[in-house]
């Protein structure tokens, strides 16, 4: 019996990363993870910071370093929309390091600097854990 596959397709800003058929993925949502099959119902979603995983036919699986964005899922189509895609194999952890301790030592002068700092932190400890 054939696998039940849809189309998955990862674009950021500077290229397009990803556009092959998996048969499950797990996206991260901007409250949590969110696990889609074929024949899902529409869904349009902001993305967060963390790890998208996707089975592909034939049992393997690959990971990606998700930072923000979109998602949407329709007719057997799921596509991301995203500021930065990364397998998580290329995941440079020692700059992930610098990053947490940069954004740790940072000290906020105003909201717009506690909300970058937010992020900072955010960010390199979502890379840091997809890396894993």
């Not at 940069?102 to 955010?122: C, G, I, K, S």
Request: proline fraction near 5%.
């Amino acid at each position: 019996m054939a696998e039940k596959t849809f189309r998955c397709t990862v674009i950021t800003p500077n290229s397009q990363v990803l556009d092959q058929d998996v048969t499950a993925a797990t996206i991260p949502a901007w409250d949590g993870q969110i696990g889609l099959l074929k024949q899902r119902a529409p869904l349009l979603v902001k993305l967060g910071l963390g790890s998208m995983r996707l089975d592909v036919p034939g049992g393997k699986s690959q990971r990606l370093f998700v930072g923000g964005g979109f998602a949407q899922m329709k007719d057997d189509r799921l596509t991301l929309l995203t500021d930065e895609a990364i397998p998580t194999g290329e995941i440079d952890t020692q700059a992930a390091q610098a990053a947490l301790k940069e954004a740790e030592a940072f000290v906020p002068q105003n909201p717009a600097q506690t909300q970058r700092r937010q992020h900072d932190l955010d960010r390199a400890k979502a890379m840091l854990k997809a890396a894993q």
